[in-house]
């Protein structure tokens, strides 16, 4: 068992090495000749599994699309658009821009055609840009800069005939200028005070080191908390299945019977019963993730396809539990199982009495693994889904090897019976109300708009309505005996239930729902919402900005977004929104947001060293990015940081975190440690 532990985390520890050692875009550039005096810049960009760039043709208020520019072309004219050559990009709709939206994956070549005219002084300078994201965060589009002379040129190439030598600097894709975030509104003041040359240089300063003292804020740990906690409830839950509540006396009967004469003995083959039930989920959870790799199942389970799949699973086993029908694994299965147990000895027979308990409780537990399994996916963690199946398991786990050590505990467990059936139908009208959220994730991404917020509310409060009505024992189904008495842990459950579905009502009105957003969909579907308090003064310029602050001595809360950035829109429509974060930031901050994105051109280009590597700073976004870099030392966004008027930051940084209490908790480290070094 050792062996498989360590064979199992070294290749866990292999495959996340692997991942994080890639770069999220790389870039290959090359000519070739295309014929009649023309050439071909042919620019290959491999994306790392998991991430996506964008089309090269989006939609005015879109995302940043893929471009290329250029800041010399002589000896050679522009020909046609910058596009794809190998493959089309895949569309659909996105529902934080509300627009069909282009991108690309894996392996993609894109093309530019040029016009020779002069071989001799043929010289080519510029770049390409392009935004990656995930699930997560998205990078800004950095320039990747490229330049060919007359050497570079192919040997077969020509020069076109009459034309005259072209010599420019110009964006052969012009982008226009585009504003903040949906919910903000950037604005600037008259008559901002002006800063020195050295209170300039100094604002620009690293502060890596003094933000790495207070720790990186981005909760990742406290994602897979949430999926091992998760794991744990779900399995729990389980427990209380008609599938899996009558196996344990028996299975824990079976122990003390096979070992009379040693009670020790039967409480540790218990003991490797209950660590192989751990062994055979995390398994399940570690193959699936390494059959697809951590990224890949995040991208599956995002697909409309398989979330249409997932739907179709969950109303099948919702209909099963309500009575409709049985639903069991092929007998043929657990046979061939029980007949290894026969066949085999100690710790062998052990484990495969374990995967008979799973493959038999499959008609239970299948939808809550199967939902777990996805909920962990999304995360983009390839620990998440280990991590689930082993808090599920362990919970399961538990009370066969407690009752093996305590065997007098089984009279106290209550007998199976018509209240398992109740429990059965519970689970089917959770299940069918989880279900509509996999059929609104089809719907989002595809954009059909047949599942909208205050649709799927309505279906939500029937259900959850009806659900109260079944607890009281005024709907009765398949397999439920009489109801002589309301039992007490009835009526409370019901006395929730309809709790919920109260709650649940002002949403259709467009209240925020904010313990259920990641759940139903977004605000933006909603056909009648409450109207939304616009945030107070903003700034788009850092010196600006800072300038303010030193006026009015507060701090600043500094954001680093971007246009295309769809989790910085899902930060501004959650978080930011609230009516206790917007208060805080209006009352004790200067709040500055920079778009890493803005295509704004600099008046002039600018030339910066990085890491002993010259970049070349050409708009208002490489700017802003470069200062996210040199002065933070990270690029991903949304990203923020609390800076006093020196921009010496005062707290931990926050990232990408749909939570308002832990948004909150950065906005008041940051302020207290404001007004204790004032």
Known sequence: MKKITATLFGFLFLFTAFISAQDIITWNFSLDDAGNGEINIVAKATVQQGWYMYDTKIPEGGPNPTIIEFDKTTGAEIVGAFQPTDKKATVKQDEIFEMEIGTFTGTTTFVQRLKITDKARFTIEGNVRAQACNEQTCTPPLPVDFSFGTSDLPASATVTEN?????????????????AAESVEITMLPGMPSLSSNDKDQLWQPVIEELNAFGRDDHADASLWNILLKGLLWGFAALITPCVWPMIPITVSFFLNRNKKSRKKAVQDATIYGLSIIIIYVTLGLIITAIFGAAALNNIATSPLFNLIFFALLITFAFSFMGAFELVLPSSWTNKVDSKVDNTTGFISLFFMAFTLALVSFSCTGPIIGWLLVDAATQGNFLAPALGMFGFAFALAIP?????????????????????????????????????????????????????????????????????????????????????????????????????????????????????????????????????????????????????????????????????????????????????????????????????????????????????????????GDQWSYLQRHKFGTQSQPFYVVIDQQGKPLSPSHAYDESVDNYMEFLQTGLKNFKQHK
């Open 163 to 179: 034309t005259a030598t072209a010599e420019s600097s110009f964006s052969v894709t012009p982008v226009a200028t585009k504003l």
């Open 400 to 620: 066969f090897t407690l009752f093996a050590v305590f065997p007098s505990w089984l009279k106290t467990l209550p007998k199976s019976g018509s209240w398992l059936n109740s429990v059965k139908v519970v689970l089917g009208f959770i299940v069918l109300a989880v279900s509509l959220k996999f059929l609104s994730v089809a719907d989002l991404s595809s954009g059909w708009g047949i599942l909208n917020r205050d649709i799927f509310l309505t279906l939500w409060i029937v259900i959850f309505g009806l659900l109260g009505f079944y607890l009281l024992g005024k709907i009765k189904m398949k397999g439920d005996s009489e109801l002589t008495h309301l039992p007490l842990p009835r009526l409370f459950l019901a006395i929730l239930s309809f709790a919920f579905t109260i709650y649940l009502i002002p949403g259709l009105w467009g209240a925020p729902l904010k313990p259920i957003s990641s759940i139903v969909p977004p605000l933006s579907t909603q056909d009648f919402k409450l109207a939304d308090k616009p945030m107070g003064q903003i700034f788009n310029d850092y010196e600006a900005g800072m300038a303010y602050a030193a006026q009015t001595g507060k701090p600043v809360l500094l954001q680093f977004g971007g246009h295309g950035c769809v989790n910085c829109h899902k930060m501004d429509a959650t978080v930011l929104a609230d009516e206790r974060v917007r208060g805080m930031i209006d009352e004790e901050f200067v709040f500055i947001v920079l778009m890493v994105d803005e295509r704004t051109r600099l008046t002039e280009t600018r030339e910066v060293d990085e890491n002993g590597r010259t970049s070349k700073l050409r708009t208002v």
